[in-house]
Nanobody, 124 residues
Framework: QVQLVESGGGLVQAGGSLRLSCAAS????????MGWFRQAPGKEREFVAA????????YYSDSVKGRFTISRDNAKNTMYLHMNSLKPEDTAVYYC?????????????????WGQGTQVTVSS
């Protein structure tokens, strides 16, 4: 059974930084991609960033490009999201997700497995 467990969320002031982690177990994801999504109250879940496990290629939404960095540690089967220069509009529940087939990276429908989410709150 695949499990994705996020950690690292919290409360931070605007301009601050956080690092989210997503520990994966139950299988390896070497053939496909993993990603981060976020969902603010009353809004749809939106794409943040993704990484192809095999070659490390990364993809970002325009809203986080230049501020967030996605990475992975193959040995630990763990994905990270380094978030810098945080803004109040980054406040949301952040979810990690994993694909089990080649699919579109930027929509939730492209992912088969999801973590439980971790809250990130950025105060102004």
């Amino acid at each position: 059974q695949v499990q994705l467990v996020e950690s690292g969320g919290g409360l931070v002031q605007a301009g601050g930084s956080l690092r989210l982690s997503c520990a994966a177990s139950g299988r390896t994801f070497s053939n496909y991609a993993m990603g981060w999504f976020r969902q603010a109250p009353g809004k749809e879940r939106e794409f943040v960033a993704a990484i192809r496990w095999a070659n490390g290629w990364t993809y970002y939404s325009d809203s986080v490009k230049g501020r967030f960095t996605i990475s992975r540690d193959n040995a630990k089967n763990t994905m990270y999201l380094h978030m810098n220069s945080l803004k109040p509009e980054d406040t949301a529940v952040y979810y990690c997700a994993a694909q089990n087939s080649i699919a579109v990276l930027t929509t939730p429908h492209g992912y088969a497995y999801w973590g439980q989410g971790t809250q990130v709150t950025v105060s102004s």
